[in-house]
């Protein structure tokens, strides 16, 4: 029984890694995004100042 516990304890902390993993991929994923976001809007507010 204790080693059944301990390998649920190695899984958890293995689950616990990759949690945190997904999550720094995400927060990259939503700079780059808002990344392009900006330079599309300010690409378009340029685009219209000099056809306006």
Known sequence: MGS???RMG????RM?????RMGSIEAGQ????GIQVSTIL???????M???
């Not at 616990?16 to 945190?20: D, T």
């Not at 939503?30 to 995004?33: A, C, D, G, H, V």
């Not at 300010?42 to 219209?48: D, M, P, R, T, V």
Request: aromatic share 4%.
């Open 4 to 6: 059944i516990e301990a």
């Open 10 to 13: 190695s899984i958890e902390a």
């Open 16 to 20: 616990g890694s990759i949690e945190a």
């Open 30 to 33: 939503r700079w780059i995004i």
């Open 42 to 48: 300010s690409l378009g507010a340029l685009i219209l």
């Open 50 to 52: 000099k056809l306006g």
